[in-house]
C-alpha cells in the first residue's frame, strides 16, 4: 500500500524553527518528486516548495524562500522541509505529495500529484 506519513508539526513561538518529515512507503520513491502544500484555516491550500525525483532541484514559491527548504534522503525514503523564522502567517496544517518525476517550477502546484498524506498540524504563537 502507497502511503505518505508526515510529522514533526508542533506549536511554536515566532522566531523558531521545525523540521517537517514525510515517509514514504509502497513506491519507488527516488522516482517521485515531493511537494509540500499547506492550508491556513479559511484559506485554499497552497504549494510551497517542491523537490524533484532523485535528489534533483528544487523550487519553493517566493513568499517563503530563504525561511523554507526541502530535501530528501532517498535511502530512507524520507521528504523534509525546514522552516526558520517562523511567523504567525506559517500557521496551517502542511501536507507532502508525491508524483512522478520532477517539479515543473510554478506550475509545480497544478501538476498531478498521486500520493498524499494526512497532513500534520504548525502552529506559531506570537
Known amino acids: 500500500e502507497e502511503r505518505l506519513v508526515e510529522s514533526g508539526g508542533d506549536t511554536v513561538q515566532a522566531g523558531g524553527s521545525l523540521t517537517l518529515s514525510c515517509a514514504a512507503s509502497?513506491?519507488?520513491?527516488?522516482?517521485?518528486?515531493i511537494a509540500w502544500f499547506r492550508q491556513a484555516p479559511g484559506k485554499e491550500r497552497q504549494g510551497v516548495s517542491c523537490?524533484?525525483?532523485?535528489?534533483?532541484?528544487?523550487y519553493s514559491i517566493d513568499a517563503i524562500k530563504g525561511r523554507f527548504t526541502v530535501f530528501r534522503n532517498d535511502a530512507t525514503d524520507t521528504a523534509y522541509l525546514r522552516i526558520d523564522d517562523l511567523n504567525t502567517e506559517d500557521t496551517a496544517d502542511y501536507y507532502c505529495a508525491a508524483g512522478w518525476g520532477y517539479c515543473l517550477g510554478r506550475d509545480s502546484w497544478s501538476r498531478e500529484w498521486t500520493y498524499w498524506g494526512q497532513g500534520t498540524q504548525v502552529t506559531v504563537s506570537s
Open positions: 523537490i524533484s525525483s532523485n535528489g534533483g532541484s528544487t
Open positions: 509502497g513506491f519507488p520513491f527516488d522516482d517521485y518528486a
